[in-house]
């Protein structure tokens, strides 16, 4: 059975980046990265393998949607390459404008696949890897009305029914649901295959589709579910303390103590 399977693909900084190319923006509650490139999110690169290894098994068409202020076209050619027959873009400056919180976020791709003909399954990662907030899923699920499976590591679609090994702690389980329905993708999935040279030089042949937010009528601008106060950088206090003694005996028995007295121990 062929499948028309969404992916969402969340544009980040390269997360190996240096930490010390983040800089944290109080005055606008935000943190910025300053030559860093941007990558797709690694969580939604699970989800794309995914539904690149389900297309491998039976067949079927991957759409991938991705929304943001500046979208890098090389980052979506990849993206492309390594399998997706399709694309839907929705760029608009206002997006990083108005800070749009994760249901904003979330109703912007809900809109975006329902301008498809059609959808059997929508992957994503179980998170992005700039937040880390995981609601874009679980949200959108509930946007369209469709079942939402979280956190799986392998997918099997037959017979219009989908069957997900769900990751719990140290084992996982299987779940069965019908389509259509949408999965949060653990890096458990594997890596995204690196697509072939004669796939990078077609890419720019795929059919793609960019959309504003005013293309999707939606209305964004009312006041946030969650409004973020105030962003800052930990503090962090360093300490170094020498413990000497005449002997490795004497000083392992003072660092004990030392070590009670902190609540270490």
Same mark, same amino acid.
């Given at each position: 059975?062929?499948?028309?399977?969404?992916?969402?693909?969340?544009?980040?900084?390269?997360?190996?980046?240096?930490?010390?190319?983040?800089?944290?923006?109080?005055?606008?509650?935000?943190?910025?990265?300053?030559?860093?490139?941007?990558?797709?999110?690694?969580?939604?690169?699970?989800?794309?393998?995914?539904?690149?290894?389900?297309?491998?098994?039976? /067949?079927?068409?991957?759409?991938?949607?991705?929304?943001?202020?500046?979208?890098?076209?090389?980052?979506?050619?990849?993206?492309?390459?390594?399998?997706?027959?399709?694309?839907?873009?929705?760029?608009?400056?206002?997006?990083?404008?108005?800070?749009?919180?994760?249901?904003?976020?979330?109703?912007?791709?809900?809109?975006?696949?329902?301008?498809?003909?059609?959808?059997?399954?929508?992957?994503?990662?179980?998170?992005?890897?700039?937040?880390?907030?995981?609601?874009?899923?679980?949200?959108?699920?509930?946007?369209? /009305?469709?079942?939402?499976?979280?956190?799986?590591?392998?997918?099997?679609?037959?017979?219009?029914?989908?069957?997900?090994?769900?990751?719990?702690?140290?084992?996982?389980?299987?779940?069965?649901?019908?389509?259509?329905?949408?999965?949060?993708?653990?890096?458990?999935?594997?890596?995204?295959?690196?697509?072939?040279?004669?796939?990078?030089?077609?890419?720019?042949?795929?059919?793609?589709?960019?959309?504003?937010?005013?293309?999707?009528?939606?209305?964004?601008?009312?006041?946030?579910?969650?409004?973020?106060?105030?962003?800052?950088?930990?503090?962090?206090?360093?300490?170094?303390?020498?413990?000497?003694?005449?002997?490795?005996?004497?000083?392992?028995?003072?660092?004990?103590?030392?070590?009670?007295?902190? /609540?270490?121990?």
């Amino acid at each position: 059975m062929s499948v028309d399977i969404v992916v969402f693909a969340k544009q980040v900084p390269d997360p190996e980046g240096s930490p010390s190319s983040y800089h944290i923006n109080s005055a606008e509650r935000k943190v910025e990265a300053r030559g860093i490139p941007p990558v797709i999110n690694p969580f939604d690169e699970s989800a794309f393998e995914m539904a690149l290894r389900i297309k491998d098994e039976s /067949g079927a068409h991957i759409t991938l949607i991705s929304a943001g202020s500046n979208l890098s076209r090389p980052v979506i050619l990849k993206a492309l390459a390594a399998g997706a027959d399709s694309a839907l873009l929705v760029t608009d400056q206002a997006i990083e404008a108005f800070s749009l919180d994760s249901l904003a976020t979330a109703k912007i791709l809900a809109a975006a696949v329902g301008r498809l003909a059609r959808f059997d399954l929508i992957l994503c990662g179980m998170q992005a890897s700039d937040t880390n907030a995981g609601l874009i899923g679980p949200m959108v699920a509930s946007l369209l /009305g469709v079942p939402c499976v979280t956190l799986a590591r392998k997918a099997h679609v037959e017979g219009g029914m989908l069957e997900v090994e769900r990751v719990v702690q140290d084992a996982y389980e299987v779940v069965l649901c019908p389509l259509p329905a949408l999965v949060t993708v653990t890096g458990e999935a594997g890596e995204l295959r690196y697509p072939s040279l004669q796939a990078i030089k077609g890419a720019k042949e795929i059919p793609q589709e960019t959309l504003g937010l005013s293309d999707l009528q939606l209305d964004l601008f009312s006041p946030p579910r969650v409004e973020l106060i105030s962003l800052s950088a930990p503090q962090r206090e360093r300490r170094c303390r020498i413990v000497e003694g005449e002997s490795g005996r004497e000083a392992g028995e003072k660092l004990a103590v030392i070590l009670r007295e902190d /609540g270490v121990l």
